[in-house]
């Protein structure tokens, strides 16, 4: 069987996966003159445990995912891909801005002074053991102050360039492409998850004025602040949701399975005193399908124990990221976990912030049920995956070579954006 239509010019197929520590999603857009938008073609997500917290600790596991998430998303599209781009959500993953100046003398700047601090700049660029998965212009310089998104054709002294980077520890990047390659597919792209989520889920707006992205995944919750158009901290929590349903499942005494099914359906991060009066079915941990009536309240309350822990440490990232005063008013809450019931207004009660859930958009051809949080990751990969804009940094990933000495953070002057 085929669905394929023949191609046209100019049409491409873009593939992506999204690895998370409950489930592999893969998807491919196509992407083309007679588009207005990518257009999903193929779609298929499966769970997989071969993650924890964010990283891979089953190779086997995350390979037969990979592959088979791959392969019914083939099947849909009635295409055949190689090349992939994979989110990365853990891993010691930094954000910098470094800093290059080159002397113009008082003249106009042309492009090949623009070119020249480019080069300097890509030269001075140091991975220092890490992998740098995105290094871009932020903004330009000119004499050492006046911050400019275009210096072409002005008059300076010396112009600068701010490059944002955002790199990753070697070993689980190196983990997670040895997973992806171990299922025949080539590791084109690491793309850093709040960064894909962000372009999925974020308005421009959000990203420029200044917005904190809290993506509430199964195993992790990253935090990821965004000002002037890119990601300028990151910070992430090693727990999640399923941190959650195993609270649920104690305070209950009922199965995972069980505890997981009763926090989407019944479960809330808010609670009234309704509650109290309304029972639920819990599954005893006895087996055999027997019932116990429990009353909701004790759901919320397990639900809300592991949300307080949680949003305290959030509390505490925000403040270690800078995340504060009037420009930090606005959060956006994706992942799995932002499709609690509830969960808006209890993070908007303990923050004290404007918060809304994200869901994505961008894409055309995505099935309804696939417009829920958790698949902004997926949505902004294939975004990204779909723009033709030449990179600034196009080495990434395992190819680069160990590099020994004091690396890029000592050998460049870093600036931390005010926020
Ligand atoms: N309706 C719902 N209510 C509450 N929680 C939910 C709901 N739907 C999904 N979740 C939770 O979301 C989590 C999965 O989210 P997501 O798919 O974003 O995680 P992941 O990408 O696999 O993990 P990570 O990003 O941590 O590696 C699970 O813990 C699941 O219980
Ligand atoms: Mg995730």
């Not at 992430?236 to 305070?251: F, H, K, L, R, Y």
């Not at 505890?259 to 808010?270: D, I, V, Y």
């Not at 404007?354 to 958009?361: I, L, T, Y």
Request: glycine share 10%; with cysteine; aromatic share 4%.
């Amino acid at each position: 069987m085929s669905r394929k239509a023949p191609k046209l010019r100019g049409e491409k197929t873009v593939a992506v996966l999204d690895v998370g520590s409950s489930k592999v999603a893969a998807l491919i857009a196509l992407v083309g003159p007679e588009e207005d938008a990518p257009r999903v073609i193929g779609v298929h997500q499966l769970a997989c445990r071969g993650m924890k917290n964010g990283l891979v600790s089953d190779l086997g596991a995350v390979e037969a995912a990979v592959r088979q998430a791959m392969a019914k998303a083939e099947q849909n599209a009635g295409v055949t891909v190689s090349d992939v781009t994979v989110s990365v959500s853990a891993g010691g993953i930094d954000s910098d801005l470094a800093t290059v100046e080159v002397d113009i003398g008082g003249q106009r700047i042309e492009r090949a002074d623009l070119d020249h601090v480019h080069a300097e700049a890509k030269a001075e660029i140091e991975p220092g053991g890490k992998i740098i998965l995105h290094a871009e212009p932020a903004l330009y310089t000119l004499d050492g102050q006046n911050a400019v998104m275009n210096p072409l054709g002005l008059h300076a002294e010396t112009l600068g360039v701010a490059i944002h980077i955002l790199s990753a520890d070697r070993a689980p990047m190196q983990n997670l492409e040895t997973a992806v390659r171990s299922a025949d597919l080539n590791v084109a792209r690491l793309v850093v998850a709040p960064v894909a989520a962000a372009r999925a889920c974020l308005s421009a707006q959000e990203r420029d004025l200044g917005c904190a992205l809290i993506d509430l995944g199964a195993g992790r919750t990253n935090i990821a602040i965004f000002a002037q158009g890119m990601m300028a901290g990151f910070s992430s929590i090693p727990m999640g949701g399923e941190d959650v349903t195993a609270d649920i499942a104690s305070a209950l005494g009922t199965p995972l399975v069980a505890a997981e099914r009763l926090k989407a359906l019944k479960g809330s991060a808010n609670s009234v005193p309704r509650d109290n009066h309304e029972r639920i079915d819990v599954e005893g941990l006895e087996g055999g399908g027997a019932l116990y009536q429990r009353p909701r309240a004790e759901l919320i309350q397990a639900i809300r124990g592991r949300l307080d822990v949680l949003f305290g440490l959030v509390e505490d990232r925000f403040e270690e990221l800078g995340f504060k005063g009037p420009r930090a008013r606005q959060v956006v809450l994706t992942g799995g976990g932002a499709a609690l019931a509830g969960i808006d207004d209890y993070a908007e009660g303990v923050l004290g912030r404007h918060v809304r859930v994200g869901s994505p958009s961008g894409l055309t051809g995505f099935p309804e049920q696939q417009r829920a949080s958790a698949f902004n990751v997926l949505t902004g990969l294939a975004l990204i995956a779909s723009e033709e804009a030449p990179r600034f940094w196009d080495r990434q990933q395992t190819s680069f070579a160990p590099v020994e000495g004091t690396g890029f953070r000592k050998m460049l002057k870093m600036l931390k954006q005010n926020i």
